[in-house]
């Protein structure tokens, strides 16, 4: 259903180091990093089918995050989905929520973990057993 989520970042090289580390314990490797005709700054993260894209505002605006948006990654395990918050965290990150493990739902047991990143944009690591 979705083709991409896109961010914004007040700190394009400060996003590109945080994500770097944060979604390479998912597996994703390097952004593509394009200037666009306006000259703004813009990273997409492909990978396993998705794009993960952070910009600096087209409009000249400082970024802003949206209250009570969350954007989930797919963890593979229990332990990637700890180490991907303990990886945001070391790297700028601000945890938030409950801390990284298992919750009891109406759609029965996942494992989630909760971070702000360093725009503040909330970021969710999700790990459903099978």
Known sequence: MLNHVM???SDIERSKRFYNAVLGVLGAGEPMVHVNDTGQTRLF???NGSNFSITEPINGKPPTVANGST?????????QLKEFHEVAVANGATAVEDPPGPREGSLGTMHLCYFLDPDGHKICGVYRPR
Do not use: L, Q
């Open 71 to 79: 954007i989930g990654f797919a963890c593979r395990s229990a332990e």
């Open 45 to 47: 993260y492909i990978h």
């Open 7 to 9: 961010i914004g970042s």
